[in-house]
């Protein structure tokens, strides 16, 4: 029979075992708290755990960006910690980066191929991995993995940005960039952003919107209008015009003319040669589209309704980008009001966008009335006008109570057409 254990000892055992357990939760609360403090002070959370491979790569990465920086010392850190973390992607790609600074080139591209075997997505490698191909002229395998990296990090958009001109004036970059739009990547509404603020980029900008239109994958409207309002910004008004046309569905076309959709259709592409609605808060803008033949002429709400709610009204709220050459034109207007109270005009305007002058201003009347039929006769000089711009404004030029608009305007067509001189 076994002898039970003296007291002293089950002391000894008792406190043997709350000593461990007290080390385990100290371990686990040091390791807990390095966790939290490894990327704002990742010094202090390596102390609480020398074996933290985040913090530590945090922290060298952080000496890498000073200038000072002891690219020795750095690598010794980091192929130390590698001794403990033989598969972290990012430590060959630091140790790399380290070796690339240094001048070892060759060594430096080892390393960022083996982060790259271990994690396709490692970002630092990645990065290097673009500028050798693109150095080395391979723009279609730069292209495949810049869709790579920008699927992991989107964020990274901005650093690519600049190299996109160079990549889209090579025949094999443009045909590797097209591929990746036609697969939809998820950056391509990006790109489009980014080319249409770029004047040397229009011009790539606008064949990828062409030859997208031949694919299972067109341009979506976004894309459209950000590379026509960069023609714009450049004053380049006849591809933008163009490249609007060509964007148009069988049904968009049916709606043309010198106003594109004068009836009002609910539909909004935010394309500049189409309707834009401005966001002002005195006021409330739909659109219904205009009566079909057979409806009912007493329906006064089809159309552009707006709505005033009795506050102040300045500036512009409703516009389009129209191209009307030299000549002679008359605007119509169907209109019905319901109690429209005016303080200070409320008309459209046809301005000449550039150089920026007024051509016509067609005034609104106020009160109630059904389906008023309006005109205004007007011409567009010789002098060089290549654009103008329709808008919907007030005539108030400061934001006062005394002048509140009230009423519901509701305009069913508009319509510019050409008259013989």
Known sequence: MTEQASPLMQNLLRSSVWFVASVLVLMASSIGLSRLLEEETPSVSLALDPLNA???????????????????????????????????????????????????QAQAFELFDQARKLSKTEIHALQRSIDRSIAAGDLARAVGEIDTLLRRWPDQFSAIAPGWPAILSNSDGYQAVLAALEAEAPWRGKLFLALGQNPQSLGPANQLLLDLGRTDAPPKSSEL?????????????????????????????KLGGYIFNGGFEPLFSGKPFDWVIHDRSGLEITFAGSQGAGESESDSNSGATVRFLNTPVKNAALQQYVELPPGSYRMSMTVSATNLKLP???????????????????????????????????????????IQLLRLETAAIAESWRFRYVGTLVMHRLSIERVSS
């Open 225 to 253: 209008s950000a590379v026509i309002t960069g023609y714009i910004k450049q004053k380049d008004y006849g591809p933008a015009y163009r490249l609007f046309l060509f964007s148009l569905s069988d049904r968009e076309r």
């Open 344 to 386: 200070k005009q409320l008309f459209w305007s046809v301005r000449c966008a550039d150089p920026s002058s007024e051509i016509a201003r067609f005034n609104i009347p106020e009160g109630t009335f059904n389906r008023r039929s309006l005109g205004l006769d007007f011409i567009v000089g010789p002098a060089a006008c290549p």
């Open 54 to 104: 985040d913090a530590l790569i945090d922290e060298i990465a952080g000496e890498l960006n000073e200038t000072s920086a002891d690219l020795g010392a750095l690598a010794a850190k980091a192929k130390n910690a590698l001794r403990f973390n033989v598969a972290d992607a990012r430590l060959y790609s630091l140790i790399g980066e380290i070796r690339y600074r240094q001048g070892e």
